[in-house]
């Protein structure tokens, strides 16, 4: 048990990969109070082990509330800065480097509790598919002191980068991601409960069903939290986040009992938000690496169209038939009109419905 506390408000950024947590996070960061982002990799396995049935709740409960507060207090100290100058989630890429590095040479121990009672700063955290394997666990270890801004992007813009990665999953020794062993082979563990699906897959098969997989888990996790919940998260679209982005700002000032600063139209003006097409991004070397490229086409419809023939090249019909009842799932929920609900309450595929793999439809997928 761990009953008294030190971090008053947790902010996860939270998504798939690709979904464009690396351009939001820094700008939350400029919010008043928040904290310089940080990963929460603990906090992470944590939930994959939870969501493989190796951790029972109490324990993960205990577990995220003791790491979160961790990472507050060492964070108010310095002791754990990252001064790499390259690194997303750097005290040099941070709206505030002063703060940060002053907090080296200042006092710790019990004087860092002091400025947290004083200053009551706000852990500012990225996760990777956090509310999709372990929103219920972590709304219950944190209760109210837990915020969520989910970020969704279409699934057409974020294939490429999951595709590029898909062969390291329990294969590259810099893949800390929890595996298991699931017939036969090392499986992630997003893979769980559909281990023979997943092994039947092709490379862009299995990034389709990984984004399936993490839409289901999403509305399981908020179908068995009690409804007040909701108002602690807020779910922002990238694409219109980047081409009007203060409708959402001011949701996340609410959310977080906060507000901007000079500091954010500096931050937005970085990343190039507000923008006139959602794929006009800024040409850092890590997102060329993940397959970012600066728009080819005229017009979005265009955009949309050279990611879809980029996953037909790769994926089974039966896969593109998911992948585009995805894409018109999303379209609906999110580019087309207001949407009062972050999630759907039930996911199904139009297409295949639910655990249909591509090689139970009869149409072979490709070798990876």
Known sequence: MRKPHIAETIAFVDGLPGCGKTLFSPIVGTFDRLELMQPSYIVEFVCELHTLDRIPDD???????????????????????????????????????LEHLSRLVRGGDARVMDRIDRDRPILNLFTHFLLGKGGRVVFEALGPRARFIEIVRHPLYMIKQQFMYM?????????????????????????????????????????????????????????????????????????????????????VETLLGTTVT???????????????????????KIYRESGWQPPKGKTEADEFAIRREFAAQHASDAGMAMLDALSAEYEAQYLNGDSTDPYPRSFESPALGPGVSSAQTGRPAPTP
């Not at 205990?62 to 979160?68: F, H, K, S």
């Not at 990034?207 to 919940?229: T, W």
């Not at 970085?270 to 850092?284: D, H, S, T």
């Open 59 to 97: 324990a993960a409960h205990v577990l995220i509330r003791m790491v979160t507060d961790l990472q507050l207090y060492n964070g108010v100290m310095g002791r754990e800065a990252n001064l790499r100058f390259d690194d997303l989630s750097g005290v040099w890429s941070n709206a505030n480097v």
């Open 262 to 284: 000079k500091r954010t139209s500096r931050e937005l003006r970085k990343q190039n938000v507000p923008r006139k097409m959602y794929a006009e991004g800024i040409g850092l």
């Open 167 to 251: 062969p390291r999953w329990g294969a590259d020794r810099r893949d800390f991601a929890v595996c298991f062993q699931g017939d036969g082979q090392m499986l992630p563990w997003w893979a769980y409960g559909m281990e023979e699906e997943y092994v039947r897959a092709g490379l862009m098969d299995r990034v389709i069903l990984m984004i399936r997989k993490h839409h289901r888990r999403v509305v399981e996790n908020l179908n068995a939290l009690p409804e007040s919940c909701r108002s602690q998260i807020v779910t922002i679209p990238f694409e219109r986040f980047v081409l009007d982005p203060w409708p959402y700002l001011h949701q």
